[in-house]
């Protein structure tokens, strides 16, 4: 293996959205950085669930729903 291929890996601080802190490791950064998010699974429709959230720019949830409607998904 080459050597300095690989990115340092250190320890960060990740702040999520409603404020909570924990430490994890990352090549995010520099050693004792914060990493904040704009989104996180605490959040995000994708993990709460439901769509009412999602914002319908152009019509395209409509289109998708409309297209695909006969799935039974």
């Known amino acids: 293996m080459k050597a300095d291929t690989h990115p340092e890996y250190h320890e960060i601080t990740v702040v999520?959205?409603?404020g909570t802190e924990y430490k994890t490791r990352s090549t995010y950064g520099k050693e004792g950085d914060t990493?904040?998010?704009d989104i996180d699974s605490k959040t995000h429709p994708a993990w709460?669930?439901?769509d009412a959230k999602l914002l319908d720019r152009g019509g395209r949830v409509s289109r998708f729903k409309d297209k695909?409607?006969?799935f039974g998904v």
Do not use: P, R
């Open 35 to 37: 990493l904040k998010l």
């Open 68 to 70: 695909f409607a006969g």
């Open 48 to 50: 709460i669930g439901g």
């Open 16 to 18: 999520m959205v409603d």
